[in-house]
């Protein structure tokens, strides 16, 4: 089934790969700081039917397309670089350090 909205996300881009690329990196991410990183009003946050009730949706490729059809991200070449940007997500959003074994 087709995503609602695909052809405004390729309008974005000069091509299907660089939209494949910029969904995938923004969903990595999303799932990296717990999606806290955000661009998304509570109200735009997709959802998904359970059984239990709507839930938000757990999958980040689906938050990234949605991120980018709100207009709120940005496309292209001149933009931060990703390392810099890490550091400062980093410093806005830490996460604990994963605890290592103890090689008892």
């Known amino acids: 089934m087709a995503e609602p909205?695909?052809?405004?996300?390729?309008?974005?881009?000069?091509?299907?790969?660089?939209?494949?690329?910029?969904?995938?990196?923004r969903a990595q991410q999303l799932l990296r700081y717990d999606f806290k990183n955000t661009v998304l009003e509570p109200s735009e946050i997709p959802r998904m039917r359970t059984l239990e009730g709507e839930k938000p949706d757990p999958n980040?490729?689906?938050?990234?397309?949605?991120?980018?059809?709100?207009?709120?991200?940005?496309?292209?070449?001149g933009l931060i670089v990703e390392d810099r940007l890490n550091r400062f997500l980093d410093q806005l959003y830490p996460r604990e350090a994963a605890e290592l074994p103890s090689a008892e």
């Open 60 to 77: 980040p490729v689906t938050w990234a397309m949605q991120e980018l059809r709100t207009g709120r991200l940005e496309i292209g070449e």
């Open 5 to 25: 909205g695909i052809d405004k996300l390729l309008s974005l881009t000069d091509s299907k790969y660089r939209l494949t690329v910029v969904v995938a990196k």
